[in-house]
C-alpha cells in the first residue's frame, strides 16, 4: 500500500515545508517529481508485506487468473517504486511496459527489473498460490525478459495501446486538482484495448504523502466520484474497499481497488 504518512505528517498538515511542492493546490506539473526518493518510498510503505497489500495482491491475483488472457501486452501507469502490480501482470505478459514521470523513479524501476529485490519475493509468494502464477517458475528471469520501463505521462499515453492494465495509487496522489484524478483514470482507461481487463487502486480521502523528507500532494478522493468516473469508461466493474489495518495510519480513509474491462 502507498501514502502511509510519514511520522507526524498526515493529511497535508505537516510543519515541515517542502521543496517539492511549489503551491499550496499544486497540479501535476507543479510538483518536482525527480526528488521522488524510491528508497525511502519502498522502506516506508512495502519493506514488510502488509495485510492490506496482501488482500489487494491476491484481488489482482484472481483476477488477471480468471480472464485466462495469455501472451498480452501489459502496462502499469504510474509504477513509481512497487513492483506488485508488474509481478500481478507476469503470467499474462508478452510484453510489460513499466511507465512512471519521475526520473528517479524510472531509473529505480529500470534497475528492479533487471533483478528485483528480495523484498519482492513475499509478494510473488502470495501470486504464487494461484497455479497461474505459480507456472512461471522464474518470475525476476521473466520479469527481466518481459519488462520495459518507460518515462511517460499518464496525460500522455497512447489510445488503445495495451490490452491489460494496472494503475496502483496513482489518480489520488500525482496533484491536489480532482480533475487531474479524473484525467488520469480516463487516459489510463483510454490507453487500453476495447475488453481489456484493468485494475485501479486509489486511496479515499488522501490529502498528501511523504517520500522522506518531501511532501507530495493527493487529492481526498470519494468512492462514489471514483466509480462514476471508471464507469465511464469500463464494464464489469467490481468496486472493493479495502481498510487500513489499523487507525494510526491517519492520512486517507481506505483504499478503493476496482476491476474491470475498458470499453477503450
Ligand atoms: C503515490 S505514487 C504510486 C506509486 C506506485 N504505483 C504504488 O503503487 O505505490 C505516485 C506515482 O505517480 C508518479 N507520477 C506523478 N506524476 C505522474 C504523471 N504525470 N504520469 C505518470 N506518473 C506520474 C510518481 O512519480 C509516483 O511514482
Known sequence: MALIPAAGGGCGESSTPSPSIRSPSPANSDVEWDSFDPQAYV???YAVLRA???EILRRTRDFFAETT?????????GSGANLYPALSLLPIARTLDLCDWSASNVRWLSTQIASYDELWDPYWQVCAEHPAYSAVTDPRGRLAQVGRVLRTSVFDLPRRAWDAGTMFFVACSISADQAEAEHAIGSFLHALRPGSPFVVTVMLGSRGYHVGEHLF????LQRAEVVATIATSAYDLDVHE???PTPLRDGYLSMLLATGRSHG
Do not use: E, T
Open 217 to 220: 500532494p493527493a487529492v481526498a
Open 52 to 54: 492490506d497489500d496482501r
Open 43 to 45: 522502506r516506508h510503505n
Open 69 to 77: 488472457l495469455s501472451d498480452a501486452c501489459c502496462v502499469d501507469v
Open 242 to 244: 479495502v481498510q487500513p
